[in-house]
């Protein structure tokens, strides 16, 4: 296990596979498998003639990047000059990107190559895959089950081994609740860790680009590429030294690692008793188990659903029909349009006492809480999603489809850095481990995830 | 009938580059959409840079000349203004919390500076926007209700925007560059803010006109309701954009994408120490330090240049003569010519020369005038300019033959002088000057008249 990404790039290196064979059957078997799984939007036509160019430099020995010849998803909210950033969106159906966001820039330094843009949950509101304008994704791990979302392409390119690895974007769970049922790598890194120039918004103070991949090898590889500080945005850390592979140990002894009684509370049995046993396992490999208090934990999701719906509602005033050719309340799916107006409801002048605010006072207590938590431990590990996921097509309430985050939710507020590993399978679908970190603690929840894997 | 009148003043920064990317400011010099980038332009995914540094130095400074407190050490939000219109690409306006707070004008209270960034320009009749503008930083001055006449707001509009061009922080270009809002309330009626005024002369005629509605709507017994209205420059008149109940809701949050600003103690210090000092206080400094009247410090403050030019002359020369000359002769000169002291190329020690020789009796105040105004076209030294000019001082024996020749072919007006009529020697004294050509002093030329004429006492 955990070898797949690291023995690919090491055959492209000692042109055992070129980088053009690699993207040709990347290409291959997206044409194959996407009209089934609908992970991806539209191909970037250009893959073969980045490939044949790093092949060049291959041939000739010359120094390649970390990401040499990898076939790279990117989820359709970042921008990838001269491909369409649809945000699974009619609003955005013909929005052809005029600039690559910072994180493409560094993945294409790297001779990363780029396959095409996934499907996602339309402008990355839900949790299901299912709300894209181009049609809802299958989940290949668990075929006839929702992928989980937002990055819902993104998982279930990587599941399917169409990409090798794919980039997502993460506001309240979006990366790691479809890692979870796809039963794929995926990391919320520590907001500020990674740009977002170029990501287009769905809240602004929650949003945060992140990797998936088959193994920790590779999320801990791409998030090194896209991780550091950039000094053309604003609300970035100051971090300019970024290495996490080579931090990634087989063991996890000395490691304190919290877990907490409120996750049992939330979660459906089933998926518990795969968590306990990790959480043995990972006691197994010398780390020392301590419980945490999270009292307030799943008031964090009204807080979240009512400050991400302001931010939303914000980030959506550019698309008004002048420029894109639509207005968004005019071509939008239910879900994008019920976030947009009810953060137009909730930010009017009258009430922003009686919802924003207080819902930034509640995001205060769950940062303060999850802190607090953090400090007696290196990393808290739970449960990702605390329910199995439905089958496509079933109707579910907003609140039965909001219920989802309760345990992803919590990382967005308080900025702290999050991964999913795959723990075990419940009739044949994944279940994926979360393992929450402190701020720039993304080195240790690699480890953490890393030792599992090697050991599971 | 008392009466109640406020300012909301913006005026574009003068900073090379926008307030939250690295496009070019010059948006008046380039084609449209050229001056332009995906942070300007508000392309998905976009995220602002971090706030231009010069920007808000530029606003810290102009609070300081308005006298404000600068909040420091306090997080300064920038705000998102929500608005729809086609000139705004993002579908809000980045505002910020005040960088400045209570300050003071010519006895008005100055409520807040705070910084704005400028929408594009968009053009109705076209359908079109240029995205030039859009990103350049602005500052916005708001004062407290405190004028109480258009004269008043008027004389107290002319000040502020002498204070920040003073400041050399904002777009010389300040007619197009300053947009102010003005409040008005009329005792018994309801608050009225006029939009779109683009200069103090349309803000003096706005009030104008709102004062006159009002008041008559008010003796016709009528309420004057809470409202904005909207300045039509072109008919001098105010028409009516929107009544309170329908007012906007800009549903104000912090930018989620820029940390809030923070000023620390040592930074306004520094900007202090090195900024400008504002007209008003310059003017009393003037008139203390150099003795002068109130009135020529008032016209010699009224641009920064020209002080600058009257304080390295009153050095070397007497500050008197100096403001005398600086009030009349060189405001007049500057005047005709519809130049700013900013404009002119002479140094200080060619006024200082010139006055010199006033001074020496070395040439007449006229002469003086008359090279003053070839200085300005053309700096040199004022003895060549004399020279150029044929100006030297007259010889005795040449001024003596003008006499004498202007007596002897003017036999009616001689007599007239004899016969008692004292503007018969200014006949002749101007028939003198006109044939020297101003070389002689008027009063040495009275006296040689009255001499030739009436013979020696």
Not at chain 2, 73 to 91: A, N, T, V
Not at chain 2, 348 to 356: F, G, K, S, Y
Request: aromatic share 6%; hydrophobic share 35%; proline share 5%.
């Amino acid at each position: 296990m955990g070898e797949v990404t690291k023995a690919k790039l090491e055959a492209i290196r000692n042109l055992d596979l070129s980088a053009v064979e690699n993207i040709q059957r990347a290409l291959e078997n997206l044409s194959k498998l996407n009209p089934r799984i609908n992970a991806f939007i539209g191909p970037n036509p250009d893959a073969i003639a980045q490939a044949e160019a790093i092949d060049k430099k291959l041939n000739r020995g010359e120094q390649v990047g970390k990401l040499a010849g990898l076939a790279i998803g990117i989820k359709s909210n970042i921008n990838v000059k001269g491909l369409r950033a649809t945000c699974a969106s009619k609003t955005l159906e013909d929005y052809v990107s005029t600039y690559d966001a910072e994180v493409i820039k560094r993945i294409l330094n790297e001779d990363g190559i780029i396959i095409g843009m996934t499907n996602m949950d339309e402008f990355a509101c839900g949790s299901s895959g299912e709300t894209s304008a181009f049609g809802a994704t299958d989940n290949p791990a668990a075929s006839g089950y929702i992928p989980g979302g937002s990055s819902s392409g993104s998982a279930a390119a990587t599941s399917a081994g169409i990409s090798d690895l794919c980039l997502g974007s993460d506001t309240g769970g979006s990366i790691r609740n479809p890692a979870s049922h796809c039963g794929v790598v995926g990391v919320k890194p520590t907001y500020g860790l990674v740009p977002r120039q170029g990501l287009i918004d769905l809240a602004m103070s929650l949003d945060q680009i992140g990797p998936f991949a088959p193994d920790v090898y590779g999320a801990a590889l791409l998030l090194e590429v896209i991780g550091g500080f950039n000094p053309n945005e604003c609300v970035m850390l100051d971090v300019r030294e970024v290495s996490y592979v080579d931090k990634l140990k087989e063991d996890l002894r000395g490691m304190r690692i919290g877990t907490s009684q409120k996750f049992r509370e939330l979660t459906d049995p089933r998926i518990m008793k795969i968590i306990d046993s990790a959480i043995e396992k990972l006691q197994d490999l010398g780390a020392e188990i301590i419980n945490v208090e999270l009292p307030h934990l799943e008031k964090g999701l009204p807080s979240y659903y009512l400050i991400m719906s302001v931010e939303f509602f914000s980030a959506t005033r550019k698309f008004d029909g002048r420029k894109y050719g639509k207005r968004i309340e005019d071509v939008c799916g239910d879900e994008v349009l019920r976030r947009i107006l009810r953060g137009r409801y909730i930010s009017r002048k009258e009430y922003r006492g009686k919802y924003y605010q207080r819902a930034l006072q509640v995001r205060t207590i769950i940062r303060e809480e999850l802190m607090a938590a953090l400090k007696k431990v290196d990393v808290i590990v739970g449960p990702t999603v605390p329910k199995l996921p439905h089958k496509l097509g079933t109707s579910l309430t907003p609140m039965e489809m909001y219920a989802y985050d309760y345990l992803t939710i919590p990382a967005n507020l308080a900025g702290v850095c999050g991964g999913v590993i795959k723990a075990g399978e419940l009739g044949g679908i994944p279940v994926g481990l979360q393992v929450q970190g402190k701020v720039l603690g993304d080195g240790e929840m690699l480890r953490v995830l890393h030792a599992y894997e090697v050991n599971a | 009938m008392k009466m109640l009148i406020g300012f909301e003043v913006h005026q574009q920064l003068n900073t090379d580059r926008k307030m939250y990317c690295d496009s070019p400011t010059n948006y008046q010099d380039v084609p449209p959409n050229t001056n332009v980038c995906p942070i300007c332009t508000g392309m998905p995914g976009s995220k602002p840079m971090p706030p231009n540094e010069r920007a808000v130095n530029a606003a810290i400074e102009i609070a300081l000349l308005f006298g404000c407190r600068v909040i420091t050490d306090e997080l300064i939000y920038i705000q998102r203004k929500h608005y729809d219109y086609p000139d705004l690409p993002s579908g809000y306006q980045r505002t910020s919390l005040p960088i400045g707070i209570n300050g003071e004008l010519q006895g008005v209270r100055i409520r807040e500076v705070h910084m704005e960034e400028d929408p594009g320009q968009y053009d109705p009749t076209l359908g079109t926007v240029d995205y030039n503008r859009s990103g350049v930083p602005l500052v916005e001055i708001v004062t407290e209700p405190d004028m109480h006449s258009p004269e008043e707001a008027r004389k107290f509009l002319r000040q502020l925007v002498r204070v920040l061009e003073y400041s050399g922080k904002v777009r010389p270009e300040a007619g197009g560059a300053m947009r102010t809002d003005t409040n008005i309330s009329l005792e018994g009626g309801g608050r009225v803010e006029v939009k779109n005024i683009n200069s103090v002369k349309g803000a003096y005629r706005a009030i104008k006109f709102e004062i006159i509605r009002q008041k008559s709507k008010l003796e016709r017994g009528e309420s004057v309701t809470r409202e904005t209205r909207a300045f039509l420059e072109s008919q001098k008149i105010t028409v009516s954009m929107r009544v309170k109940e329908l007012e906007e809701d800009y549903r104000y949050i912090p930018d989620p994408d820029i940390f809030p600003l923070i000023i620390d103690k040592a930074r306004v210090e520094a900007i202090r120490a090195s900024m400008v000092e504002p007209p008003y206080l310059r003017e009393q400094r003037l008139v203390k330090q150099y003795g002068i009247e109130s009135t020529a410090a008032s016209v010699i403050v009224s641009e920064r240049e020209l002080a600058d030019l009257f304080e390295a002359v009153a050095k070397e020369i007497d500050p008197k003569l100096a403001a005398t000359w600086f009030r009349t002769k060189l405001k007049k000169v500057l005047n005709y010519m519809k130049l700013r002291a900013a404009d002119v190329k002479f140094t200080p020690e060619h006024i200082v020369d010139l006055l010199q020789m006033v001074d020496d009796c070395e040439i007449t105040p006229e002469q003086g005038e008359l090279i003053l105004r070839q200085l300005v076209k053309h700096p040199n030294d004022p003895r060549k300019i004399l020279q150029e000019l044929g100006l030297d001082r007259i010889k005795p024996e040449e001024l003596r033959a003008a006499i004498n020749g202007v007596v002897s072919a003017n036999p009616d007006a001689v007599r007239d002088y004899q016969a008692g009529r004292e503007e018969a020697l200014h006949f002749l004294a101007g028939k003198v000057m006109k044939l020297t050509h101003g070389r002689a002093d008027a009063r040495k030329i009275i006296e040689l008249l009255r001499t030739k004429i009436m013979g020696e006492k």
